[in-house]
């Protein structure tokens, strides 16, 4: 959610000004990453060098299955897959085959995108209080992983993780619902990073080469 793009593979977006698909290659980049990340099989060394943020990589007694998974990503991204250290730049699109380039999203755009996964109140939307969010598109929960899943009625909620009641309706997460309350546990940190007024840091991609 809080990545547009990255070496000109764009992720999905449901904001209104900019509604679109992700591109072909997203999603499966975004699996080889989660699978590598949980197995352990990544691993890098940030440097300076004349003033660029280069990203060294590197192997760790790699079995098979992980550099299958690392040339994958090499080649997703259009990258040099005999090289072993890659510059990492902000942008949509990298420069030449040696350089990581990612396009990330402010606060207010990861907002905007939370927000379309809010259930609104059909009374809501024929008062034209707010606009219809896309929750009810989705044929499964699969389709709404990284976003905040906000449920509504106009009964408090009694097993909720949060609750707030606006213009006679309550807006709450379930407290069984774990994914959305990891993700908006991670709105509120994001937010908390944003008020320190300390320098962005750009997200860090590492992956093994071999």
Sequence with gaps: ????????????????LSTHEADEGFEELLEIL??????GGLGSRLVEREGEKTIIFFRQNLNDEVKNSSHRITELLGLDSNANEYRLVYG?????????AMLTRSMFDIIAE??????IPEQHVRENRASPGVIDKASSYEEVRSRVFVKSD????????????????????????????RMFSFLLFLLSLAEGGGEGLAPVLTLPTG
């Design 1 to 16: 959610v809080c990545l547009t793009a990255i070496n000109d593979l764009h992720n999905s977006s449901e904001n209104r």
């Design 34 to 39: 989660t699978t590598l990340q949980r197995t």
């Design 92 to 100: 949509s699109a990298a420069s030449d085959d040696r350089e990581i």
């Design 114 to 119: 939370l927000s379309q996964f809010v259930h």
């Design 154 to 181: 106009q009964n408090k909620p009694e097993d909720s993780f949060l609750a707030v009641k606006y213009r006679d309706y309550w807006f709450y997460i379930e407290d069984t619902d774990y994914r959305s309350k």
